[in-house]
């Protein structure tokens, strides 16, 4: 599995991606301030986690995209919209953007996937299943910090679930990532390779039921210090006493 985390410090298209690469030194502890939704203190490091709702947030977490899809060899130039269906996460040292994703809802115009895999993502939609998407999801390859994607990556998850209800989760994967999903958030592959044209490359979709990711959350959530033979990116999660906290501090900001 080490391998496999060393191969996918970042990632690659509009809707896909990993993050970060394995920690053996993690360590670390998290708290709330007034001015981000989430902060963890790791190895003396501080992160905080908030939305990139303004134009010099949205700026900054674009930057960071386009270096990694740059350093990957994907075309294209990616930026961060101002769009009310979708909410992007961005990670911050020291005022620095180290990790950023995006959480598309499905509305009228559907989600960015639906260029490429709208035949599969609409046999969800038939059965009443309400879906979102990660997207545009980078992290600084230097930040090598479990907990902070897994940061990243609960929120993402309240925000999908308790402020939005959605029901499955898909994600557009370049294969050589496809594993690390597959292995460490349990997400299934609904289909073949085929050509993705915002990034001009190959792309499988991914499904991942919200209910599971749920019941693994509550499983092994905050569980990072004693991990015991877990491999996978859930014991890096909040705690569900803290995923209540944050769900309601969301949901007081409006």
Not at 30 to 43: F, K, L, V, Y
Not at 158 to 166: S, T
Not at 183 to 192: C, N, P, V
Not at 214 to 223: A, F, K, P, S, V
């Amino acid at each position: 599995m080490e391998k496999i985390l060393d191969e996918v410090v970042t990632i690659g298209f509009d809707s896909e991606g990993p993050g970060s690469a394995h920690d053996s030194e993690l360590s670390g502890t998290r708290s709330e301030s007034s001015d981000t939704i989430s902060e963890m203190t790791i190895n003396e490091r501080a992160f905080g986690i908030r939305v990139a709702d303004t134009e010099e947030g949205r700026n900054h977490a674009s930057m960071l995209i386009n270096k990694m899809y740059a350093w990957r060899g994907y075309a294209g130039s990616h930026r961060v919209d101002d769009n009310p269906n979708r909410i992007t996460l961005s990670a911050s040292d020291k005022g620095a953007v180290i990790g950023t994703v995006t959480l598309g809802i499905d509305s009228s115009i559907g989600i960015l996937a639906d260029e490429v895999f709208k035949d599969q993502i609409d046999l969800f939609r038939q059965r009443g299943a309400k879906v979102c998407e990660i997207s545009k999801l980078a992290f600084d390859p230097t930040v090598r910090s479990k907990m902070a994607l897994g940061s990243l990556f609960h929120i993402l998850y309240i925000y999908a679930h308790h402020l939005y209800q959605c029901t499955d989760a898909f994600i557009e994967i370049n294969p050589r990532h496809r594993r690390y999903y597959e292995h460490m958030l349990g997400f299934k592959t609904l289909t073949e390779v085929r050509s993705n044209p915002r990034v001009d490359a190959p792309a499988y979709l991914l499904w991942l039921s919200l209910e599971h990711m749920g019941n693994e959350i509550d499983r092994l959530g905050g569980t990072s210090d004693n991990p015991g033979n877990e491999r996978s990116l859930y014991p890096y999660f909040f705690s569900k006493r803290e995923e209540i906290g944050i769900a309601n501090r969301l949901f007081n900001i409006g």
